[in-house]
């Protein structure tokens, strides 16, 4: 499975895509490229950074929503709706914006971001796409009663939960998750396409509901996991990682889905993840992830970048 960015009549790039399917037991149903491909979950891994909240008792100490779980596992644009309801979260588990050790960034939403600067807004960390992962981490903190100071940290007991929580999904002994720093500033983890697959699979309870019930503050408005999800309400899950990742449930199906565009080319991997879910029975799309088109500078449209070839099985 490759993307191809064609101008004109000539083909001029190509991104290597590599897919694993995988069903409940774990069995390899489709695959493009290495399946086994190792790299970096990244934000992809966020609603298994999120199930401690509540197997650990966060929830009950909290009275957490399916909003506030949402949120902690979203990678969201930076809408005022969004941040706000990010604020709540802090304040519910007695915390302020200054205990977030996201730092503030340009919103992922390229609308939310030319309004933001026309306006002058002073972005904090609240606006980071992490915030609301990083708040779930300090109410976690907070109901274990451990030092909410540096959970950031590799070594911080919230991040080594999450570690657990992810080594249990996804079949991979703690040891051998490769840990590095996340973008955001904790951890993340590396491991096979198919384990992350399997992960998925096993997405049930609120989290599941969580982000089914609330795909708008998953992602955000004209964002592709916000649109899959809205294409198809309660029938898929979909979750963006940095770095051309995706993971996804077919919620139906119970197949679980991983797609690393090998260069990072985050575009190209939101086409991506979106016909290897066609392929899988997942119909319509929404046209703005059937192919894009590439325009110059004068705004014409001089090309496009489309996938070419699909999933073995």
Known sequence: MLVESWRGPVLESRHTVHV???????????????????????????????????????????????????????????????????????????????????GPHRPLSEAVARDY????????????????????????????????????????????????????????????????????GVACFALPLRNMALAYTRLDGPILEAMMLHPELIAGEQRPCTELMRAHPGRVVTKVGAE?????LLVREGLGVSVKVEDGHSLASALAIAAV??????????????????????????GEMRVNGGLSK
């Open 20 to 102: 694993a399917v995988v069903d409940g037991a774990g069995r390899l149903v489709a695959s493009a490229g290495d399946p086994e491909y190792r790299t970096f979950w990244r934000s992809a891994a966020k609603p298994f950074q999120a199930v401690p909240l509540i197997e650990d008792g966060a929830v009950e100490r909290f009275g957490l929503s399916r909003q506030d779980l949402a949120l902690a596992c979203a990678s969201h644009s930076s809408e005022p709706a969004q941040v706000a309801l990010v604020r709540d979260f802090l304040r519910r588990i007695g915390c302020a914006e200054r205990d977030l050790l996201c």
């Open 117 to 184: 600067e026309t306006r002058g807004l002073r972005l904090t960390a609240v606006y980071s796409n992490c915030s609301g992962k990083h708040t779930g981490m300090l109410a976690l903190a907070k109901a274990h009663g451990w030092p909410t100071e540096f959970y950031a940290r590799a070594e911080h007991p919230v991040q080594q939960r999450c570690l657990k929580s992810v080594s249990e999904y996804t079949d991979v002994p703690a040891e051998e998750i490769g840990v590095a720093v996340d973008g955001c």
């Open 244 to 248: 051309g990742v995706y993971s996804a």
């Open 277 to 302: 879910l066609t392929e899988l029975g997942l119909k319509p799309q929404p046209a703005s992830l059937l192919k894009k088109p590439i325009a110059n500078s004068r705004g014409e449209t001089v």
